[in-house]
């Protein structure tokens, strides 16, 4: 969320911002006002417990002075004010803050604005559409023919949109992990393996409002949520820490099965195991100092990008426009491969800088404990390799004509050598 200083001092700038997310400026307002009205509950809240102690001070005088029992009197009234007062401050501060939350981060400079997707911008491209000699097939017929995975029965057990992996394909599925945490750890990223749970508050703190109506499951009964993303428990791992500023960047790489309900994608990209409700990631997390964010972000993108140039994939990297970045972002990039059996090029990465805004959540800071410095620091995710997706593009951007798949030339190693996955039904 957005510091509640900049609500007070330069409202025009988040104003502006959510204009550009095409938004209306309600909640801006809201948080002003209820902001105005807890400032000025503080001041009066401050100015009757100073009268409470005064009169507290002065009984043994007006005992004296034979008022006593106006003193006392006067006294009761102010604790009751003061009590009165209190809870409804309290209730101000809630509103504010439920409103702050609901307040996207501040549009960066780079993203192009409008209310449309078809704006998005091609920044750069990476390799050559190929042509083929033979009629292509899409990733859903390809996993078929490989007898890579069964989805009919996944959805007797499970419903739709799961899938047991089989054969080749499960080892595909490791040999993508693996590389790509060789990668990252030769880049001097720490791997590690989160937990796929967070309670309930570090959701709030980590998620966003509507990911828990369209995205996050809840376990019943239970104030806990599986994950999304290890984007969650890697941005909840340094929680209300003061990180010194020698220490940053601090990057990690965190392998997670991922869980979503996927609520709002009906009818897109719903065959085969491209979008799923339970699938393997690997995620990029970056702590960093504010003013080192834009170069960490960069990095992201070019460690990412090397990722997808050794495993031979075309694609294209989009900025993403204004009107669809979600509120933790201040700007994104998303990584699109090209999918020839289905002639379209798909999100497989996105490589967002949060900035200050999802660190404020969790009380992250950056400075020297104790010495009164300590301000907000920059966090930065990207996913390194989201496995289920990438093997979808990976099935057929190396197909063969007899309906078998080449397999990239960096994963043979781990794949105990093998270089083709053999079509099993022709």
């Not at 595909?172 to 750890?185: C, G, M, R, T, V």
């Not at 941005?235 to 991922?258: F, G, K, W």
């Not at 404020?360 to 620091?377: F, H, N, W």
Request: with cysteine; glycine share 4%; charged share 30%.
């Amino acid at each position: 969320m957005l510091d509640i200083k900049l609500f007070r001092e330069n409202p025009e700038l988040i104003i502006d911002s959510e204009k550009k997310r095409f938004r209306d400026t309600e909640n801006v307002e809201k948080v002003i006002e209820y902001d105005t009205l807890w400032r000025e509950g503080e001041r009066k809240l401050n100015s009757l417990r100073s009268e409470k102690n005064k009169l507290s001070k002065s009984f043994k005088k007006a005992k004296e002075e034979g008022n006593l029992d106006e003193v006392i009197a006067r006294s009761k009234e102010v604790a009751a004010e003061i009590k009165e007062l209190t809870a409804k401050n309290a209730e101000y501060l809630k509103l504010r803050d439920d409103y702050r939350y609901k307040v996207g981060n501040i549009i960066d400079d780079d993203v192009p604005i409008s209310d449309t997707e078809d704006d998005n911008v091609v920044v750069r491209t990476y390799g050559e559409i190929p042509e083929h000699d033979f009629e292509l097939l899409n990733h859903v017929d390809l996993i078929n023919k490989i007898d890579g995975a069964d989805l009919e029965t996944a959805a007797q057990i499970a419903g739709a949109r799961f899938y047991y992996l089989k054969r080749d394909i499960l080892h595909l599925n490791l040999a993508l992990i693996q590389f790509a945490l060789s990668e990252l750890e030769a880049e001097g990223y720490i791997p590690m393996q989160t937990p796929f749970f967070v309670k309930g508050e570090v959701a709030a703190e980590t998620s966003e409002l509507g990911e828990f109506e369209e995205t996050l499951y809840k376990v019943e009964n239970e104030d806990m949520y599986l994950i999304a993303t290890a984007e969650q428990t890697l941005a909840a791992l340094h929680r209300d820490e003061i990180i010194n500023p020698e220490d940053l960047p601090l990057r990690y790489c965190a392998l997670s099965t991922c869980f979503r309900k996927e609520a709002g994608s009906h009818g897109k990209d719903t065959l085969g195991i491209f979008r799923v409700h339970q699938f393997e990631k690997i995620e990029q997390f970056i702590y960093s100092t504010p003013e080192d964010s834009r170069n960490q972000h960069d990095h992201l993108m070019e460690v990412t990008e090397r990722i997808y140039q050794k495993l031979g994939l075309p694609y294209q990297i989009i900025a993403i426009v204004s009107s669809a970045l979600n509120d933790n972002a201040a700007i994104k990039y998303d990584l699109e491969a090209w999918f020839p059996g289905s002639g379209a090029f798909r999100e497989l990465v996105s490589c967002t800088n949060c900035k200050d805004y999802q660190a404020r959540k969790t009380k992250t800071r950056v400075g020297r404990a104790g010495s009164g410095d300590a301000q907000i620091l920059h966090t930065l995710n990207s996913t390194a390799i989201a496995t289920e997706r990438t093997m979808c593009c990976i099935l057929e951007n190396y197909q063969q004509a007899d309906g078998s798949v080449k397999v990239p030339e960096v994963l043979v190693p781990y794949m105990n050598g093998k270089t083709v996955i053999e079509a099993k039904n022709r």
